[in-house]
């Protein structure tokens, strides 16, 4: 595990985002405002992402302000919005923490343990789904332990982990991987189920050897689902953060949303709501950004 | 669904009742926040649940003849859930710690729909004991500046986080003395006990509970601050002014437990290791007689003085801004409830005394003179017998054994600060006298004691032979 941990490590050191890939080609034509005749035919030619980015924009706007007319006004029709804290306050407490380092140390340290996590989750999950898919007695040995071990919720896990792993930060990431082991391990399986048996018994019929089939037919074809499993076991694992951050006590945005809780300061709990949003966001859009990379086939 | 639906007609009932257009049954809920875990609150929370004294002392005439009262008790282990719980008007009375209960306050002041008041203790102890620091029992660490530099989880927000503070402020120790971390109990036990942090600091019970339960030794107790710590109740002020006879009875209920547990110590604590899951002889040394925590409701002026520290040491924090105290402390209700049970509110507010240690010694055949000097032992099975003084106790302990009888726990008390402690985990110092013991706490107090009255430091074990050889 440990030697594990130190292969992903340098992987884990990029913490910046890549900006959504809607905005990226927007950049380019500005650099070059004179040539109108380039702009409009890239407009042209990218008109359904220009739409999607502008229906996103104001779909936000529309939730930031109905948030804000709900809270300023504090508004109470059953579900009442009395006390929680408004755009404005917790802009305040960003631009109050944004002011210091530990914030961003904050959002940094949960970025490396979910990559880690995530990606050792993906390691893990993704052959195995393969070969529990082709080979039915593995399926009949790993099936019942995962189906088992996988309602079991993240903070469930907090005080077995403390105890199983030589390290916080071994603990947390443990965490974290379950949560995204399970998705993934899932639509693996599932994806081998969907695969097409009339292209197995052609390659077979071919004279395709066993690891020809897995490379050229089962492994692309459950690609889609694959990816659905990546996607989906990201957002989990954003989910276990904040179960698992409680054990490290000290960083970590999911800790941060935490001692807010333990300090009952509302807006700061927001912030960490809402950070772990982005960030969820964020690092779901570059699964799919992969997936299209690896899936040329699949754009649309 | 059903709870729901009798809520949605509770409140549609109640907007009858308010314009005067209705007679039908009115139904009020009442949700009531407890830590069941946190020992000192039982007498507000647990037993007041358990043996349904709150519906025993509820109004049921005058403007309350066509209310039916229906109680939601919540449990929480910790403070910040229940000041939550009381924010969103599920729960309308909370029961939590020192700084909790200030945070609690101070949160309520920007609810325009409602403030909290603070109506009654539970419990306190005037020196600060109930918080505590322990460390895992196979590490070097024997005394608070032993922990310099090293890692120490405590949970933020909490009345032990501000023993802490308050510890290092009185050293003059700077802020990163310490490596300063924030673990729940439940986290920050498990840590201990996996060694993966150097010390934990809690509230009650865990100084006491950690310790019992054989993996850790007490290295700092509360007292030792010098800072009074207590729990109380807070009660949301919209309630408080549409019921406040509900207030009262609630005081009411909280008194009658009181003297529930110190007619029978050992009953009661059995029956809250039932219904919390705190082990008996816990519970004991917090609530038992001569216990670590004196359970009274009277507002002391030495505890809302104590707040009012705690609350700047959370503005130092930046934790919180402005927050007066005095204005949150409202004594009218325990007042009320004193008056109502013909009891005397002005007397007991000026005591400070706990009930003791009491009885005859069967062992040295003497009657206990100086409670806090005695010791007691629990016999499995059989009852929990006083002793006169640290000697005898250990004496009657060894013959007890002898005797084939299973021996739950023995406590002792502290000889400087006057703290109950657990035997077998306490520091004897001994002198030539072998009948003169003198069990401390810190293994530096009983080496000061020792090298002042010309003796010897010892554990447990070899007090408890030295104890057979003097007597």
């Known amino acids: 595990m440990d030697?594990?941990?130190?292969?992903?490590?340098?992987?884990?050191?990029?913490?910046?985002?890549?900006?959504p890939a809607a905005t990226s080609p927007a950049a380019r034509p500005m650099s070059a405002p004179h040539d109108l005749n380039k702009l409009s035919?890239?407009?042209?030619?990218?008109?359904?992402?220009?739409?999607?980015?502008?229906?996103?924009?104001?779909?936000?706007?529309?939730?930031?302000?109905?948030?804000?007319?709900?809270?300023?006004?504090?508004l109470s029709f059953h579900v009442r919005f009395v006390n929680v804290p408004s755009p404005a306050m917790v802009f305040a407490s960003l631009t109050k923490v944004g002011q210091d380092a530990k914030f961003l140390a904050h959002v940094y340290l949960s970025l490396r343990r979910i990559f880690i996590g995530f990606?050792?989750?993906?390691?893990?999950?993704?052959?195995?789904?393969?070969?529990?898919?082709?080979?039915?007695?593995?399926?009949?040995?790993?099936?019942?332990?995962?189906?088992?071990?996988?309602?079991?919720?993240?903070?469930?896990?907090?005080?077995m982990s403390i105890m199983l792993w030589p390290t916080n930060e071994e603990s947390i990431i443990f965490i974290t991987f379950l949560g995204s082991f399970f998705p993934i391990l899932l639509n693996t399986l599932h994806g081998m189920g969907m695969v097409d048996p009339v292209l197995v018994r052609a390659a077979q019929c071919l004279g395709a050897r066993e690891a020809a089939i897995f490379r050229e037919v089962y492994f692309p074809s459950s690609l889609p689902h694959i990816f659905t499993g990546l996607t989906v076991g990201m957002g989990v694992a954003w989910v276990s953060l904040i179960a698992a951050e409680m054990i490290s006590g000290q960083f970590g945005i999911g800790y941060f949303t935490w001692e807010a809780y333990s300090l009952v300061q509302y807006p700061d709990i927001a912030l960490g709501m809402i950070c772990i949003g982005v960030l969820g966001l964020a690092s779901s859009a570059v699964i799919r950004g992969i997936g299209r990379m690896v899936m040329p086939w699949g754009r649309k | 669904m059903s709870r729901n639906l009798a809520r949605a007609l509770g409140a549609v009932a109640l907007a009858l009742l308010s314009v005067g257009a209705s007679r039908a049954q009115t139904v009020v809920?009442?949700?009531?926040?407890?830590?069941?875990?946190?020992?000192?609150?039982?007498?507000?929370?647990?037993?007041?649940?358990?043996?349904?004294?709150?519906?025993?002392?509820l109004p049921t005439d005058g403007k309350y003849?066509?209310?039916?009262?229906?109680?939601?008790?919540?449990?929480?282990?910790?403070?910040p859930p229940v000041t939550n719980g009381m924010m969103a008007n599920k729960l309308q009375f909370g029961m939590m710690g020192d700084y909790p209960l200030i945070v609690n306050g101070f949160t309520f002041q920007s609810n325009p729909e409602s403030k909290t008041r603070l109506i009654a203790v539970a419990a306190y102890n005037r020196f600060g004991s109930g918080n505590g620091i322990v460390v895992h029992k196979d590490s070097p660490y024997f005394e608070l500046s032993d922990l310099k530099g090293k890692l120490v989880s405590v949970p933020f927000g909490s009345a032990a986080h501000g023993m802490v503070l308050k510890a290092m402020q009185d050293r003059g120790w700077p802020a990163d003395y310490f490596q300063l971390v924030s673990q729940t109990p439940e986290v920050g036990s498990t840590n201990l006990q996996e060694r993966k942090i150097d010390a934990h600091a809690d509230f009650v019970p865990f100084a006491e509970l950690l310790p019992f339960r054989g993996f850790a030794r007490k290295i700092f107790d509360g007292v030792e601050t010098n800072l009074p710590t207590f729990h109380g109740v807070v009660v949301r002020t919209d309630f408080a002014e549409k019921y406040p006879e509900v207030v009262v009875a609630y005081i009411k209920a909280l008194i009658a437990a009181n003297e529930w547990y110190r007619a029978d110590p050992k009953l009661a604590s059995e029956k809250i290791e039932q219904w919390t899951g705190i082990n008996k002889e816990v519970a004991y040394i917090f609530l038992g007689p001569g216990g670590n925590m004196t359970t009274d409701p009277t507002i002391k002026p030495m505890l809302t003085d104590a707040?009012?520290?705690?609350?700047?040491?959370?503005?130092?924090?930046?934790r919180m801004k402005e927050f007066d105290v005095g204005k949150w402390v409202d004594d009218s209700f325990v007042r009320t409830a004193f008056a109502e049970q013909k009891l005397d509110y002005d007397g007991q507010l000026k005591s400070l005394a706990n009930y003791e240690v009491a009885g005859e010694d069967t062992f040295c055949k003497k009657p206990i003179a100086d409670p806090r000097a005695a010791g007691e032992v629990w016999v499995d099975g059989e009852?929990?017998?006083?002793?006169?003084?640290?000697?005898?106790?250990?004496?009657?302990?060894?013959?007890?054994?002898?005797?084939g009888k299973?021996?739950?726990?023995?406590?002792?008390?502290?000889?400087?600060?006057?703290?109950?402690?657990?035997?077998?985990?306490?520091?004897?110092?001994?002198?030539?006298d072998k009948t003169a013991i003198a069990p401390f706490l810190l293994k530096k107090d009983a080496e000061a004691y020792a090298a002042k009255n010309g003796g010897r430091v010892l554990g447990f074990e070899d007090a408890v032979k030295a104890a057979i050889s003097g007597g």
């Not at chain 1, 893990?124 to 919720?153: D, N, T």
């Not at chain 2, 707040?307 to 930046?318: S, T």
Request: charged share 15%; glycine share 8%.
């Open chain 2, 29 to 57: 809920t009442i949700g009531i926040g407890t830590q069941d875990t946190t020992t000192n609150t039982v007498t507000a929370g647990t037993i007041v649940r358990q043996l349904h004294l709150f519906e025993k002392y």
């Open chain 2, 406 to 432: 299973k021996i739950n726990v023995a406590y002792v008390f502290d000889t400087a600060r006057g703290i109950k402690l657990f035997a077998d985990q306490a520091y004897y110092a001994v002198g030539s």
């Open chain 2, 383 to 403: 009852g929990i017998a006083p002793f006169s003084s640290a000697a005898c106790t250990l004496g009657a302990y060894s013959s007890l054994k002898a005797k």
């Open chain 1, 119 to 159: 990606a050792l989750a993906a390691v893990v999950a993704v052959p195995l789904g393969l070969v529990m898919g082709r080979f039915r007695l593995v399926r009949e040995i790993v099936f019942p332990v995962s189906e088992f071990l996988r309602p079991i919720p993240a903070i469930a896990w907090v005080p």
């Open chain 1, 41 to 74: 035919r890239w407009l042209a030619l990218n008109r359904g992402r220009v739409r999607a980015f502008l229906i996103g924009a104001v779909s936000l706007g529309l939730f930031l302000l109905v948030w804000h007319l709900l809270t300023v006004n504090r």
């Open chain 2, 307 to 318: 707040a009012a520290q705690d609350a700047k040491v959370l503005q130092n924090l930046g």
């Open chain 2, 65 to 79: 003849a066509n209310v039916k009262f229906e109680l939601e008790w919540n449990n929480f282990t910790s403070g």
């Open chain 1, 3 to 19: 030697a594990a941990l130190k292969l992903v490590e340098p992987l884990a050191q990029p913490p910046e985002v890549e900006p």
